[in-house]
Each structure stands twice: as structure tokens, then as C-alpha cells.
């Protein structure tokens, strides 16, 4: 996706900033110049995560409750209004996101973690004409089965930034897997920025 929207300079706004997803999307924005505005829910060590996020090569880290606020204007003064929103959260998140995406961007949905519809504002479509897009990788690789260059291309790009220490997993916390209960428990807990990684 990053590929094929935004250029250097340009801004992405995302939500679930701290998923895996969020974190990669981070690093690989850094490594193109691509700005990000990275949304995430208010917790306690909400300090502990902007740092962490900035350490990956976040431009800005804000909380949800923030897209609705007047400082966001301040932030805009500073930064373009994002060409690309990647939305892995859905309902009220994905609207807000959309709110801020500038005339002729596109919202892309990825995931659904609130598991609530996304309410699209009439005015967004008519007036500032926002394409409301999904995307889904099993499907991405279907459609570029026959092109073999595509996905390689892809995976090459990945691997060089792999290389030069750009982009890296998500952290991890590792479990045997005698005690996938445990695991299991955790990664069903909101605020914990971690995979649950089985040993066997
Ligand atoms: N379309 C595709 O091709 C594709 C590929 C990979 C993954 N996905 C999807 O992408 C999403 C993220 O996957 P991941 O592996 O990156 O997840 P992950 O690392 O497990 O992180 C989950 C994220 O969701 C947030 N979250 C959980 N419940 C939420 C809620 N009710 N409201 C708002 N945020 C919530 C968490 O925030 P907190 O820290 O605040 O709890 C966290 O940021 C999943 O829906 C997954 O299915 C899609």
C-alpha cells in the first residue's frame, strides 16, 4: 500500500499505531520519508509508548481522543494533511481518521479490531471525494500469482530494509508452548503491544 499511494514528504495517518502492523508501517514510512501520524488508545504507560514508537521512526504519536481535539489543526500547520489513511480498527476510529485525510486521499481498511462498522460522512465523499478502500495480503497475492516479479520485488525491498536494520519484528514476549494458556490469556489483554510467541 505504501508503495502505491504516498511519495516522499508525504503524510500517513493509521490507527492501532502499536500493532504489529502499526509498527511496521512505521518503519517502512521512515525509510521512504513518508511522515506518519500514529493513533493510539490512552493507557497507562502512554509515555512508554510514544518513545517507543519515535525509537522506530514515528513522526507523531497521538492518542484517539485527540482526533476529535482542536491541536490537531496546530500539528497540520507543520505536517500535510495525510494522503493515506490505513485503518486497522474500524467503527468510530476509522471515521475520525477519515476526517483528517486530505481532498482526493483514500482511506484503506485492513482490520477490524473494534469489530464495529465504519460510518463514512456524507461530506467526505461529495465534497473532498476520500476513496474508502480494503486491502487484504492472501488476496493481494492471488491477484499477482501470475507475476511472479511483483511479490519478489515486494519481499526484496522488504529484506534490503531487514538488512540495513530499518525494519524490524514486533516485540515479543516468548512462551513454551506447555504454557499457551498463559499466552493465550495475555494476548486477549488490550495494551500490551506484544506478540505472544509459542516455543517449541
Ligand atoms: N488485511 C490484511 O492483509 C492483514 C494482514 C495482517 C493483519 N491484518 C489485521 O490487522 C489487524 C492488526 O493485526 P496485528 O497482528 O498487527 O495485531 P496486534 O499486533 O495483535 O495488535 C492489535 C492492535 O489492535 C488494537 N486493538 C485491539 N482491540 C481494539 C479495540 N477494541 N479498539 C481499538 N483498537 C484495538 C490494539 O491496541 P491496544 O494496544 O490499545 O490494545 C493493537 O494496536 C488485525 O485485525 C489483523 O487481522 C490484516
Known sequence: ILNALPLFGDTV???AANSAVGQAVIQIAA???IQTINVVRDRPDFT???DRLKAMGASHVIKEETLRRPELKELF??????????NGVGGKSATELLRHVQVG???????????????????ALIFKN???????????????????????SM???????????????PACSEVGLQDFGTALDKA?????????????
Open 48 to 50: 512508554t509508548l510514544i
Open 31 to 33: 525509510a521512504k520519508g
Open 13 to 15: 495517518i493509521q490507527n
Open 77 to 86: 500547520k507543520s505536517c500535510p494533511r495525510p494522503k493515506l489513511a490505513l
Open 155 to 169: 519481499l526484496d525491498e522488504l529484506c534490503s530494509l531487514i538488512c540495513q536494520g530499518k525494519l524490524t519484528a
Open 130 to 152: 476520500i476513496k474508502v478502500q480494503g486491502f487484504w495480503v492472501t488476496q493481494w497475492k492471488r491477484n499477482h500469482s501470475q507475476d511472479e516479479g511483483a511479490l519478489r
Open 105 to 123: 486521499g483514500s482511506i484503506v481498511t485492513y482490520g477490524g479490531m473494534a469489530k464495529q462498522p465504519i460510518t463514512v460522512p456524507v461530506s
Open 188 to 200: 486477549m489483554q488490550p495494551f500490551t503491544s506484544a506478540k505472544q510467541v509459542l516455543v517449541m
